[in-house]
């Protein structure tokens, strides 16, 4: 397939080992991966903030850049859900082409098996837009088959160890811009859910959205720095133990 990998604004700017992890995870499985020139941000800051209409430009930047591809993939949740539904509301084809990472690995590309490995305890935080948004798993409040397609691939990992947790679904309080809006209670979520994770022994914790791991790793570097955190595409394209500095919460 030929692939064209949309990276966020924030995973460009602020953490780009992700990129290049989910870059050289996709190529590993034979895929043609390209990557547009022009940077593009899905926009959904503004619309989480009221100003849709000011993101607007950020969609058709986007449908321009990549109507080409036969795929779209992703290593962020929240901000595929907001390409999807913002592409739905327009009537465009191309909101059934844009993909999460692990939602392409597991539904498209259909993986069974992976070149890669990572010795440790490792917690799964799942966020809501990947959960309940993308359907990347079974949120507990719904009477269905526990299922989690993040958790599928993590098991392919040789010597990974998934830790259980207390409350596996529970929001970590991020939210973008709640966060800044209502601060206190963002940490005061964030906190226990990092606290589920120290107390089952995890030596890391991972995500498909980094920016739910920008919060928790914020919040462990202050109350737990011997917990780090990976982004699920370190993970599963075996770039995570190579990393000379750790990616987010050391320093």
């Given at each position: ?250 320093g």
């Amino acid at each position: 397939m030929t692939l064209g990998l949309f990276i966020p604004c924030y995973i460009d700017q602020l953490y780009p080992q992700v990129g290049q992890a989910t870059y050289t995870l996709l190529t590993r499985l034979g895929h043609q991966v390209e990557v547009p020139e022009k940077p593009a941000c899905c926009g959904q800051p503004m619309s989480n903030s009221g100003f849709a209409k000011a993101g607007a430009g950020c969609l058709t930047d986007f449908a321009r850049e990549y109507a080409r591809f036969d795929h779209i993939v992703s290593p962020s949740g929240s901000c595929v859900l907001h390409l999807k539904e913002s592409l739905e509301a327009q009537h465009s084809p191309m909101a059934h082409r844009v993909y999460e990472l692990c939602e392409f690995l597991h539904d498209i590309a259909k993986v069974d098996s992976l070149p890669a490995r990572f010795p440790h305890r490792v917690g799964l935080h799942q966020s809501c837009h990947g959960l309940r948004g993308l359907g990347l798993g079974s949120p507990s409040e719904c009477r269905v088959p526990a299922f989690s397609k993040p958790a599928r691939l993590l098991q392919m990992v040789a010597g990974l160890e998934l830790v259980p947790l207390d409350r596996c679904d529970e929001c970590c309080g991020f939210g973008g811009t709640f966060s800044v809006f209502e601060s206190d209670v963002s940490v005061s979520m964030g906190r226990d859910r990092i606290q589920d994770h120290i107390s089952h022994g995890a030596e890391f914790i991972t995500s498909a959205d980094m920016s739910c791991l920008m919060h928790l790793g914020g919040l462990l570097s202050r109350q737990a720095p011997q917990v780090k955190v990976r982004h699920i595409a370190e993970i599963l394209a075996g770039t995570a133990e190579s990393e000379a500095e750790p990616s987010l919460n050391d320093g």
